[in-house]
């Protein structure tokens, strides 16, 4: 068989995730194993079995980490009562949130600290979720968390004139800004960030799925599935009528879906190692695909500093 395969610019890393497995690479390497991380680095399978396979011990609590050890938080951020943890603990801590999380966190301190409730659009039990919640304290107000618009509907807030919004980062560009238009539509006086929470990197590759799907009737996402950014990318090319796919790796492939004379758009999360997705290309040349020239433009600038004691 014969299928024609396109791929997405800018798609795979971002900044963030580059600088979280970065700070674990240059931790292992100046202080030696072990060195612990909470919770998953960057939500990408591959990833983190090479890193545990250099001696990142990944635990879910810091419990588990032995005091006076290394700890590094993940690119997803943790609440402030972790931060707390880690110095009563006496751990030695790499802070390894991207930067744009960060941000988010800010937002919300800010808000607390001027008594406003805030809401939160973004998924329930993602860790960025629960370290943004986790920033909001010392204030009499509330933050709210909400994910739809039906949640839009039935949010009862105590004082509407105070109220402020923030998201997390990685999700679907297009459905929040439906969820922002009816809380401005609820909550005329709503005030939300100065720029937009969701990052670069997340709306860049959403856009490149818009674009491969002009041409693309099957699109391949390359990613983790507990990945919210390559979730969305799935989603938006079903929400633009293409057939899609989230696979981790080549394995993942099912011939069936290339029986058919099909376009095949190639794209990957921002957690995706590229190297992935070159087994992927080839995996795909074994099929017999023809490849086209990228489309799209591959260069991000974006870059974010590690922390001092982790610089050459």
Not at 104 to 127: N, W
Not at 284 to 311: D, K, M, T, W
Request: with cysteine; hydrophobic share 40%; net charge negative.
């Amino acid at each position: 068989m014969t299928f024609h395969v396109h791929l997405a610019n800018p798609r795979g890393f971002c900044a963030g995730v580059d600088r979280a497995i970065e700070i674990v690479n240059r931790a292992l390497e100046k202080f030696g194993a072990p060195v612990y991380v909470r919770h998953e680095v960057v939500h990408n399978k591959t990833v983190v079995e090479e890193l545990r396979d250099k001696g990142a011990v990944f635990v879910d609590e810091l419990d588990e980490v032995p005091k006076g050890g290394i700890v590094i938080f993940s690119a997803h951020g943790v609440a402030k009562k972790v931060k707390r943890d880690a110095d009563n603990r006496g751990l030695q801590v790499f802070d390894a949130t991207c930067p744009l999380v960060s941000k988010v966190h800010l937002e919300v301190i800010k808000f607390a600290d001027q008594s406003r409730e805030t809401i939160l659009i973004g998924h329930a039990g993602h860790p960025e979720v629960e370290g943004t919640l986790g920033q909001y304290e010392g204030s009499s107000s509330r933050i709210y968390l909400i994910e739809t618009l039906e949640d839009v509907a039935r949010l009862d807030v105590v004082n509407p004139l105070a109220l402020s919004y923030v998201t997390q980062t990685t999700l679907s560009v297009d459905d929040t800004a439906l969820i922002i238009g009816a809380l401005r539509d609820r909550f005329p006086e709503i005030k939300g960030p100065r720029k937009d929470d969701i990052c670069y990197a997340t709306q860049n590759r959403q856009d490149a799925v818009k674009e491969l799907a002009g041409h693309c009737d099957l699109i391949l996402v390359v990613g983790s599935k507990n990945s919210s950014n390559s979730n969305r990318l799935r989603e938006l090319a079903e929400r633009l009528g293409r057939r899609a796919y989230l696979i981790d790796d080549e394995s993942e492939i099912d011939p069936e879906w290339l029986k058919e004379p099909v376009n095949v758009g190639i794209t990957s999360g921002a957690s995706a190692p590229e190297a992935i997705v070159q087994r992927v290309i080839t995996k795909l040349h074994q099929y017999g695909a023809i490849f086209h020239p990228n489309s799209g433009s591959p260069h991000e600038s974006v870059e974010f500093a590690l922390p001092g004691e982790l610089r050459n």
